[in-house]
């Protein structure tokens, strides 16, 4: 769904514009005709006001929703109609941001919207929730296409919280060695530094022990402009990655990555598993699922793969063989959509190509992250042993000479 800036009149006149979701202009254009509205212009969204929206709009939490719609579900499976139920929830929530956004689909819903549209109005949601309350809009069934997104959220929740757990040791190794370093290019070296110009001249020091000596004292001097420097690295870096040029990078470059490369390319194709497989159990089809699939996925060169595969599927080509000549699925994935298709069990073979790749990453990480963490502590070792021994080594000569 894209998102369109449109300018109308309300029956009293008033002129209003806000900002709208839909397949085309035309659809949003009758969506609020149908309403009683007198439409003046409807235009796509440019750069900036796209850009002031992400900044004033932050996506809520995975866990935060998933709680609000198992609570959403259990009310409308008690028989409340759905502004209610939003009435309810909205008292009970204590995230003031989503309690507006909440607020805001309320009334839209109120005023004659789908649920779906008005979700996908917010801009702060994951794509695939308003396409999936589409598809239960659509069959009647909502009930049951919600209590399936709940539980593809839950297992994606679970899954996310077990690869964190294996990256967690790594991450906190590297950060302890890093500060490690600082504090001894920083403090200890030119420590080392104004005890040696007390009892010595520099020519008589070692030139390793001169070297440390000058790096020590360099980083001391320009620590504050290398933090400003980093800061400012860092924000560019994350501004740059959230540029389509800058992901598309970024992508490519993560895709190439040894050993973690593979690792990427088979979660990505996992969640993308997991994600059709839960769309076409909703009863939504197979084109406008792959779409949203896609544009949900976070790697690009994925991503761009399933829309050229969305393309193919459309003009009436296997799903498998149109994956298959994107050259980024790998080969037993497409074998088992393949005959997921062949035997008309696609969305329940989707969810088994994405238990499977779930369970090889997570073998795979922690396969990885055994390597990693004795290669962090050796990398460790090799540097310390570096700094102390240039440190030492005037001593160690003193004491040589002495006897």
């Known amino acids: 769904m894209a998102e369109f800036t449109i300018k109308m009149a309300d029956e009293r006149g ?64 008690a028989g409340l109609p759905i502004v209610n139920a939003l009435d309810l929830l909205i008292k009970r929530q204590r995230n003031k941001q989503f309690q507006a956004l909440l607020e805001n689909v309320r009334d839209r819903v109120k005023g004659g919207e789908l649920l779906s549209d008005a979700f996908a109005a917010q801009g702060a949601f994951p794509k695939i929730y308003p396409t999936t309350l589409l598809a239960g809009e659509k069959s009647g069934n909502l009930e049951e296409v919600l209590s399936r997104y709940i539980n593809f959220q839950r297992m994606a929740m679970t899954f996310r919280k077990k690869l964190k757990a294996s990256l967690v040791y790594p991450a906190l190794l590297s950060v302890l060695v890093t500060c490690m370093l600082i504090f001894l290019m920083t403090y200890v070296v030119p420590k080392f530094g104004e005890l040696y110009a007390t009892i010595s001249t520099e020519k008589q020091l070692p030139a390793l022990t001169l070297f ?44 190439g990555t040894p050993v973690l490369g593979g690792i990427w390319q088979k979660y990505q194709v996992a ?29 690009r060169s994925l991503a761009d793969s399933i829309l050229d595969a969305s393309h193919k599927v459309r003009e009436g080509r296997p799903l498998s063989s149109s994956l298959e000549e994107t050259k980024r699925f790998p080969e037993l994935s497409v074998e088992m959509i393949e005959v997921g298709e062949s035997t008309g069990a696609l969305p329940a ?18 396969a990885a992250m055994s390597l990693i963490e004795p290669a962090i502590l050796i990398v460790m070792g090799v540097i310390v042993a570096f700094v102390l021994l240039s440190l030492y080594l005037p001593i160690f000569t003193l004491g040589s000479s002495i006897h």
């Open 14 to 77: 008033r002129v209003l514009e806000q900002v709208e979701s839909g397949f085309s202009a035309s659809d949003v254009r009758d969506r609020f005709s149908q309403q009683g509205f007198l439409v003046y212009s409807i235009k796509p969204r440019g750069f900036v006001s796209s850009g002031l929206r992400l900044s004033t709009r932050r996506k809520v939490k995975l866990d935060t929703f998933v709680i609000f719609n198992s609570q959403f579900l259990t009310l409308i499976r």
């Open 212 to 255: 440390m000596l000058a790096v020590g004292q360099n980083l001391q001097k320009l620590a504050p402009f290398a933090a400003v420097i980093v800061v400012l690295a860092v924000a560019g870096f994350w501004r740059w990655k959230n540029s389509d040029s800058g992901a598309s990078i970024l992508d490519r470059a993560r895709m």
């Open 271 to 299: 969640v993308f598993c997991r994600m059709l497989g839960t769309l076409l159990s909703g009863g939504l089809p197979l084109v406008p699922s792959l779409e949203t699939s896609g544009s949900s996925m976070q790697s």
């Open 349 to 366: 073979m989707l969810n088994s190509v994405a238990e499977f790749y779930e369970e090889d990453v997570q073998t795979a990480l922690t």
